[in-house]
DNA sequence: TTTCCTTTGTCCGCTTCCGTACCGACAGCT
DNA sequence: AGCTGTCGGTACGGAAGCGGACAAAGGAAA
C-alpha cells in the first residue's frame, strides 16, 4: 500500500487517518522508546499523554483491592492508549505497562482531546477503536470463564504474535502467570504441551511460534472473533493471520 | 432531589441531562414495556434503536463460535445499550436480553446518532457512561478469572440488587448458572452457602437479598470498584448500596 | 572459577469445580 | 384428581488447577 511509505508510521491508527487530519496534530507527535515494563499508566492517575505504538505491546491490567490482578487487553502497533481519553476521562482504574520493549509516539491529553473535538474523521476512527478494545476484553472476560489454561495460553501468544515482527515472544513464565491470572507452573506445564505438540518452541526468556496454524487449531474458539472484528472497526488486517 | 419529579425519568442517564439537551430528542423517546428474556440485540445484527431503561435488568453476554458463552455486564435503570451507537458503531457481537422484565425508553438509532454529533453535552455524559460499562467488564474479567463460584454469584446478586426495587430478585439457577458460566449445581450449592449464612433467602425462582451488608463482605473484593468508578463517572450512586 | 540471582522444572496433597445422572418438589393444566 | 413440564437438590467419580516448597539449570558478575 502506498500510504504506509507516504505517513511513515507504523500504527495501524495513524496509518489510516487522511493527511488533512494528521496534519493537525502532528507536530505534537514526540517519539519515543519504551523500555519493557515501562509504566505508561497507574490506576487512578490522571494521564498526561497518549501512546500510539509503532512497535512492542503493552498490556492493560486490573487489579482488585486485595492486590488479585488480570490482563484485560494488549495493544501493540494495532492500536493506542489509554482510550478512556478518547471517552473524555481523564484517568481510569487500570495500569498499563510495557510487556515488550517497543517504540510509540505519544502526544499531550490536551492537544489529542482538542483534535478529537474539532475532526470529525480522527473521532470516528478512535472510537472505532475503542470499541474493538472493548470486543477484546469482552472475549477475555469469556475465556477467563470458559477456557483451559493451555487454551488460554495458546490464545495469548497467538495475540502477541499478531503484534510482534518475527517469531519470538520474550518473556518469562513468571510474566506470563500474571497475564493469565494463573500460578507460575501452571504456565510451565502448559507450555510443555504447546512444545510437545511441535506448536512452540521454549526456551529461557523466549516462546517462539513454530506452528502458528496449528497453534490457532489448539486455541479452538478461544481465537479469532475479536480479531475478524478487529479487522472490520479498523479496516486493517491484525498481524500475520494465515487463516 | 427535586429533578427526579422534574424530568420524570427514572433513567440515570436521562435524568442526569439539561433540560436544553433533553428537548431535541424527548419526543422521539418511545416507552416500551420490555418482558423478560426479551432480545434486544443479537450479535452482529444492525441495532434499530437504542434502550434507556427505566427498571429492569438487561444482560450483555459474549458467545464463542462454539457455543460457550458469558455475561459480561449488566445494565439497568443506570445505563442504556447499546455503548456500541455511542463509538459510532453499527453493529457488535453482542446479544442483550431482558433479564428481567421492565420499562425502558427507545429511540432509532439514527436519531441518536444525530443528536451525538450536535450535542456535545449528550455526547459527554454518554461516553462517560461507555466508559463505566467497560470498567465493569473489566472487573467481569478479573472475577471470572480469581475468584470462587460463591464469591461471583454474591457480586452478582448485589449488582442486580443495585438495579432492582426492593429485595426480591427473580430468576432460576439455571439461568444465574448461565450468567455466570458455571454449571447449574454449583449455584445451586452456591446459593446455599448463602443461605447459610443468612445473607439471603432463596425459594423457587426468587433470590432475596436478607443481609446486604453481609453479602458485600462475603463478595469481598468482588464487588464495589466499579460500582465506585460509576459513581466518580456519572455523579449519581449506584443501587441501594449501605456502604 | 566461584558466587549469586533469576528462571525453569517437578512434586505433593488438597480444594474446587465439572460432567453426568437421577430424583423429588412444585405449579399449571385438563 | 392426575399428568406433565420445569425447577431445585443431591450424589459421585474425576479432572484441573492451586498453594507451597524445593531442586536444577542458565546467566551475569566478581
Redesign the pocket.
Known amino acids: 500500500m502506498a500510504d504506509v511509505w507516504q505517513s511513515g508510521f507504523q500504527n495501524y491508527l495513524l496509518r489510516r487517518l487522511p493527511q488533512t487530519s494528521l496534519v493537525r496534530f502532528e507536530t505534537y507527535l514526540e517519539r519515543i522508546e519504551v523500555p519493557r515494563s515501562h509504566q505508561l499508566s497507574s490506576p487512578h492517575q490522571p494521564m498526561e499523554h497518549a501512546y500510539f505504538f509503532e512497535s512492542g505491546i503493552a498490556s492493560v491490567v486490573i487489579r482488585s483491592p486485595e492486590g488479585q490482578h488480570s490482563e484485560i487487553g494488549i495493544i501493540g502497533r494495532d492500536g493506542m492508549c489509554p482510550t478512556a481519553a478518547i471517552l473524555g476521562v481523564d484517568a481510569d482504574p487500570f495500569s498499563i505497562h510495557m510487556q515488550m520493549q517497543g517504540d510509540a509516539y505519544r502526544i499531550p491529553s490536551s492537544v489529542l482531546k482538542a483534535v478529537l473535538s474539532e475532526d470529525r474523521e480522527v473521532h470516528t476512527l478512535f472510537a472505532r477503536y475503542t470499541q474493538a478494545l472493548a470486543v477484546q476484553q469482552a472475549y477475555t472476560a469469556l475465556s477467563n470463564a470458559v477456557?483451559?489454561?493451555?487454551?488460554?495460553l495458546a490464545r495469548w501468544i497467538l495475540m502477541c504474535h499478531d503484534r510482534v515482527d518475527g517469531e519470538d515472544i520474550s518473556?518469562?513464565?513468571?510474566?506470563?502467570a500474571v497475564m493469565l491470572?494463573?500460578?507460575?507452573?501452571?504456565?510451565?506445564?502448559?507450555?510443555?504441551v504447546l512444545e510437545g505438540k511441535k506448536l512452540i518452541y521454549?526456551?529461557?526468556?523466549?516462546v517462539s511460534v513454530r506452528n502458528r496454524t496449528g497453534l490457532e487449531a489448539f486455541a479452538r474458539d478461544a481465537y479469532g472473533e475479536c480479531e475478524k472484528e478487529y479487522g472490520r472497526l479498523i479496516g486493517a488486517s491484525l498481524g500475520q493471520s494465515t487463516t
Open positions: 477456557h483451559h489454561i493451555d487454551e488460554r518473556l518469562t513464565h513468571e510474566f506470563m491470572a494463573v500460578r507460575r507452573p501452571s504456565v510451565t506445564t502448559a507450555l510443555h521454549s526456551e529461557r526468556g523466549v
